[in-house]
C-alpha cells in the first residue's frame, strides 16, 4: 500500500501564504504524476497543480502566477507554495500520486489539509 500525507494547511489572512507538503511512503517502485486538487463545501474537487517526475508541470488558470508545485523525487515529496492567497481559495487540498508496485500503477489520495483564507 501507499500512504500520502499532506501537511501545511491552516488559517491565513488574505494575501498571504502558505506551503503544503505531502509525503509519499509504503510499499512501491516509484512515483510518477503527483498532484494537488482542492474541494470547497458544495463543489467538485479540482486540479490545482501537477508535477510529472521530470519536473513539468501543470496549473489551474485561477493559482497561476500564485502557486508554485515542486517535488523531490529522492523524498518522495510534493510541495505547493501558495502566495496572494484569496477567500476563493478556501477549500479542503489533496494530494494525489500515481505509484507503481511491480507493473501496476495504481492512484493515491491522501486525507486533506484545510486551507482557510480569512481575515
Known amino acids: 500500500q501507499v500512504q500520502l500525507v499532506e501537511s501545511g494547511g491552516g488559517l491565513v489572512q488574505p494575501g498571504g501564504s502558505l506551503r503544503l507538503s505531502c509525503a509519499a511512503s509504503g510499499s512501491f517502485n516509484s512515483i510518477g504524476l503527483m498532484g494537488w486538487y482542492r474541494q470547497a463545501p458544495g463543489k467538485q474537487r479540482d486540479l490545482v497543480a501537477s508535477?510529472?517526475?521530470?519536473?513539468?508541470?501543470n496549473y489551474a488558470d485561477s493559482v497561476k502566477e500564485r502557486f508554485t508545485i515542486s517535488r523531490d523525487n529522492a523524498e518522495n515529496t510534493v510541495y505547493l507554495q501558495m502566495n496572494s492567497l484569496k477567500p476563493e481559495d478556501t477549500a479542503g487540498y489533496y494530494c494525489?500520486?500515481?505509484?507503481?508496485?511491480?507493473?501496476?500503477?495504481?492512484?493515491?489520495w491522501g486525507q486533506g489539509t484545510q486551507v482557510t483564507v480569512s481575515s
Open positions: 508535477i510529472t517526475s521530470g519536473g513539468i508541470t
Open positions: 494525489n500520486a500515481a505509484a507503481r508496485r511491480e507493473l501496476i500503477w495504481q492512484n493515491y
